[in-house]
């Protein structure tokens, strides 16, 4: 079966563009997770989707940022009037449930703004 | 300040013997750790894990340790293969707090000398 996909895998833009980066979560997974990974960091969280729900959105650095799951399946990570801290590589995961247990990462979208 | 940390950047082990990565947190509220491998320009793909009620979790080359009173865990890999040669990153989440999020460290990069 298809894992967790993420499109673009790149993406460069000038700062005070918006952007938007998609991710396509395991089919039947339930929970998608969004973390942000800087060069010679680990990944760092941003926001966590049960459903269609935000249901921690504690990670997002400020209100540039925002997301979105309608369906309870895709999801999109909002960036708005990008600054060139933002660059950095973007992560989805989803699981099955809220409990714990391994989340499947996508390849990520590495997102630069000059 | 870090809740997770992974003191070594890099370890070298020659092709046959244990790899052993070190990682220690501060959060006494985290219930469950993880390990994740990755690969330049791949998502992190999950390897190990372990629950705080354990000390002990094994799985074919890979066992994680976890010694909860001096908040440190340790991943063996035994035999080392060249294969193996990744970045690897340990995690811990609160999940009897019912927060799901990954908390990540800076990761160790594995070589592995055939």
């Known amino acids: 079966g298809a894992g967790v996909s993420q499109t673009p895998s790149n993406k460069v833009t000038e700062k005070g563009k918006y952007v938007e980066l998609r991710c396509d979560p395991i089919s039947g997974h339930t929970a998608l997770y969004w973390y942000r990974q800087s060069l010679g960091q680990g990944p760092e969280f941003l926001i966590y989707f049960q459903g269609t729900g935000a249901a921690d959105d504690s990670g997002l650095p400020n209100d540039r940022f925002f997301a979105v799951r309608p369906e309870g399946s895709v999801s999109t990570l909002k960036i708005q009037r990008t600054e060139r801290g933002d660059s950095a590589v973007y992560l989805c995961a989803s699981s099955l449930g809220t409990s714990t247990g391994e989340q499947f990462f996508g390849p990520g979208t590495r997102l630069t703004v000059l | 300040d870090q809740q997770v940390k992974q003191n070594s950047p890099s370890l070298s082990v020659q092709e046959g013997r244990i790899s052993i990565l070190n990682c220690d947190y501060t959060?006494?509220?985290?219930?469950?750790f993880l390990w994740y491998k990755k690969y330049p320009a791949e998502g992190p793909t999950f390897l190990i894990s372990i629950s705080s009620i354990k000390d002990k979790n094994e799985d074919g080359r890979f066992t994680v340790f976890l010694n909860k009173s001096a908040k440190h865990l340790s991943l063996h890999i035994v035999p080392s293969q060249p294969g193996d040669s990744a970045v690897y990153f340990c995690?811990?989440?609160?999940?009897?707090?019912?927060?799901?999020?990954?908390?990540f460290g800076k990761g160790t990069k594995l070589s592995v000398i055939p």
């Open positions: 995690a811990a989440s609160e999940g009897a707090a019912g927060s799901y999020q990954l908390t």
């Open positions: 959060n006494s509220m985290f219930d469950y």
